[in-house]
C-alpha cells in the first residue's frame, strides 16, 4: 500500500515545483520591486535562505492580495494549497 501512496507523491511535487516557478517568474516580471525586497527567490535557493523565508511569508502573511492582481493571487493560492497537500501527503506516510 505504502508503494502505490509514493506513486502518487511524485506527479504532485512535481506539479507543486511547476507551480512555484511560474509564481517566481511571474513575480519576477511583474511585481519586481516586491521580487527584489524578498532577495530575488529562486527554486534552488535553501529553504533555510533569507530569500526563502521571505516568499513564504508573502505567501502565508497573504500580502499577495495587497497587490489587487488576480493571476498572482491565483498562483499565490495554488502553491499554498500544493504546499498544504505535500505536508499531509508526507504526515501520512510516516
Given at each position: 500500500?505504502?508503494?502505490?501512496?509514493?506513486?502518487?507523491?511524485?506527479?504532485?511535487?512535481?506539479f507543486?515545483?511547476?507551480?512555484?516557478?511560474?509564481?517566481?517568474?511571474?513575480?519576477?516580471?511583474?511585481?519586481?520591486?516586491?521580487?527584489?525586497?524578498?532577495?530575488?527567490?529562486?527554486?534552488?535557493?535553501?529553504?533555510?535562505?533569507?530569500?526563502?523565508?521571505?516568499?513564504?511569508?508573502?505567501?502565508?502573511?497573504?500580502?499577495?492580495?495587497?497587490?489587487?492582481?488576480?493571476r498572482?493571487?491565483?498562483?499565490?493560492?495554488?502553491?499554498?494549497?500544493?504546499?498544504?497537500?505535500?505536508?499531509?501527503?508526507?504526515?501520512?506516510?510516516?
Amino acid at each position: 500500500m505504502k508503494f502505490f501512496m509514493d506513486l502518487y507523491y511524485l506527479p504532485i511535487l512535481l506539479f507543486a515545483l511547476l507551480i512555484s516557478h511560474l509564481l517566481i517568474s511571474y513575480l519576477s516580471k511583474h511585481h519586481s520591486g516586491i521580487y527584489a525586497e524578498m532577495g530575488k527567490p529562486k527554486l534552488t535557493d535553501s529553504n533555510l535562505s533569507r530569500s526563502a523565508w521571505a516568499l513564504q511569508g508573502f505567501l502565508w502573511k497573504f500580502k499577495f492580495f495587497k497587490l489587487h492582481d488576480v493571476r498572482l493571487t491565483l498562483l499565490c493560492l495554488a502553491v499554498l494549497l500544493l504546499e498544504l497537500i505535500l505536508v499531509i501527503y508526507v504526515y501520512a506516510l510516516l
